[in-house]
Nanobody, 124 residues
Framework: VQLQASGGGLVQAGGSLRLSCTTR????????MAWFRQAPGKEREFVAA???????FYADSVKGRFTISRDDTKNTAYLQMNNLNVEDTADYYC???????????????????WGQGTLVTVSS
């Protein structure tokens, strides 16, 4: 299953970026669409997730600054990132997962397919 992430780049602190993730996966594979990130020397961490019914979940560190959305007519999820700071610098990965009983949106193990990373660099 292919996922294509895009939209990363270099931005100054306080700026904004919008990431996109497009997939060709079947609908039942995209109940959950999520973004994770991994900074150099750190473990991959959850950023945000959205269900097909538009329920959203966010890491505490991005609440109020990031917004996840999806357009199922385009098989695409978006991550609007505002008021970026240097701690947001990381490779950002999109992922998709099915509707499974007990699935935790913030757990990497919930997701079956991952896209390649798109690098976000925030300068001070």
């Amino acid at each position: 299953v292919q996922l294509q992430a895009s939209g990363g780049g270099l931005v100054q602190a306080g700026g904004s970026l919008r990431l996109s993730c497009t997939t060709r996966a079947r609908p039942w594979k995209t109940y959950l669409m999520a973004w994770f990130r991994q900074a150099p020397g750190k473990e991959r961490e959850f950023v945000a997730a959205i269900t097909r019914s538009q329920d959203t979940f966010y890491a505490d560190s991005v609440k109020g600054r990031f917004t996840i959305s999806r357009d199922d007519t385009k098989n695409t999820a978006y991550l609007q990132m505002n008021n970026l700071n240097v701690e947001d610098t990381a490779d950002y990965y999109c992922a998709i997962g099915q509707a499974l009983v007990g699935a935790r949106p913030s757990a990497p193990s919930t997701y079956e397919n991952w896209g390649q990373g798109t690098l976000v660099t925030v300068s001070s």
